[in-house]
């Protein structure tokens, strides 16, 4: 994140999906501050939703008593978001495509190329229970 940050926030969530609408309207609200657009904001909501959903889901196993932590820095040229859940990971190389002709009937995978369509970068380090997710302007000036 550049030095133009305008805005940081971290939260520790619990495990219940509907716990992260203050989040996700605290992002907006922010991105909207920054002058980001429609079009960017909605992406950035859908992929940090999907990360969420996939921590929950995935990494916590559904088990709504494991808190989720989350953080944000919103500039008017880019969004850094971080999500970390206590599961044991997974390997993303592992995670089929779910564009390939044999996947097209398996859910698995959907909600990670989502966020790689929607973001600028999708960073995923070991051991793969924390993911970064970034969009960045790409109007140039």
């Known amino acids: 994140m550049s030095d133009q940050t305008c805005w940081k926030q971290s939260w ?4 219940e999906r509907v716990a992260c ?3 996700v309207e605290s992002i907006r609200e922010a991105m909207s501050d920054a002058g980001i657009g429609e079009a960017a904001t909605f992406a950035v909501r859908l992929s940090l939703e999907e990360a969420i959903a996939n921590a929950i889901r995935h990494g916590h196993a559904g088990d709504v008593t494991r808190a989720i932590a989350i953080s944000a820095e919103v500039s008017p040229k880019e ?4 999500i970390a859940d206590h599961g044991p990971g ?7 495509d779910p564009t390939a002709e044999e996947n097209l009937t398996i859910a698995s995978g959907r909600g990670l190329a989502l966020m790689r369509a929607f973001m600028t970068e999708v960073e995923i380090p070991p051991p793969g229970n924390r993911i970064i997710l970034i969009w960045r302007s790409q109007t140039g000036d």
């Not at 520790?12 to 495990?15: D, E, F």
């Not at 969004?79 to 971080?82: D, F, I, P, R, S």
């Open 12 to 15: 520790t969530i619990s495990g």
């Open 21 to 23: 609408g203050e989040v």
């Open 79 to 82: 969004v850094e978001l971080t």
């Open 90 to 96: 997974f390997d993303p190389d592992a995670v089929p």
